[in-house]
T-cell receptor, first 115, second 112 residues
């Protein structure tokens, strides 16, 4: 089946630093990728939709200047958490679909801890 | 705004018995529903889906039932196996749109 690779799996950083998370579709081209965040005991919350070659579409309440998304190619999307703060500590996960209304394939997620 | 709700955070069943996981949604525009399974430290994996034109979809031990009038769906696993122990997420999206909303998940534990 389709594989989505997400790196790093976990990261610990100091407050104020920036963290980049990569999401790659390994065996298919994904014109659209999705970024989610999950706080403990809460649902996966869609943060933004990443479109190859164009600006990402952010969900209401998600700061686009803080969570920078770049979808530079059909197989790579990156999420950069800029000037991270402890409240940004969360589980971030990406997904991609081969087509519209198809099931999503998820990366393995990134646990971010900001000290 | 929690458009997809899984009101049971956990469920424990005996091996061989039926597991029933429930999910409710509020958005009448949702047309496509999926269940994902998630093991610790891994991303969710697709399990089974159903579109609104159906009220039942079956795949081996897994069956999803959709009640559109009640805005309710359920996942039945029978017989349950210890390897089914995981967190199960219900998800929904409008048709022809990958904008998917997830429930909070239900942790299923199947005891040997």
């Amino acid at each position: 089946g389709a594989v989505v690779s997400q790196h790093p799996s976990w990261v610990i950083c100091k407050s104020g630093t920036s963290v980049k998370i990569e999401c790659r579709s390994l065996d298919f081209q994904a014109t659209t990728m999705f970024w989610y965040r999950q706080f403990p005991k809460q649902s996966l919350m869609l943060m933004a939709t990443s479109n190859e070659g164009s600006k990402a579409t952010y969900e209401q309440g998600v700061e686009k200047d803080k969570f920078l998304i770049n979808h530079a190619s059909l197989t790579l999307s990156t999420l950069t958490v800029t000037s991270a703060h402890p409240e940004d500590s969360s589980f971030y996960i990406c997904s991609a679909a081969i087509g519209v209304n198809e099931k999503l394939f998820f990366g393995s997620g990134t646990q971010l801890s900001v000290l | 705004d929690q458009q997809v709700k899984q009101n049971s955070p956990s469920l424990s069943v005996q091996e061989g018995r039926i597991s029933i996981l429930n999910c409710d949604y509020t958005n009448s525009m949702f047309d496509y529903f999926l269940w994902y399974k998630k093991y610790p430290a891994e991303g969710p994996t697709f399990l089974i889906s159903i579109s609104s034109i159906k009220d039942k979809n079956e795949d081996g031990r897994f069956t999803v039932f959709l009640n559109k009038s009640a805005k309710h769906l359920s996942l039945h696993i029978v017989p349950s196996q210890p390897g089914d122990s995981a967190v199960y997420f219900c998800a929904a999206s409008p048709y022809n749109n990958n904008d998917m909303r997830f429930g909070a998940g239900t942790r299923l534990t199947v005891k040997p």
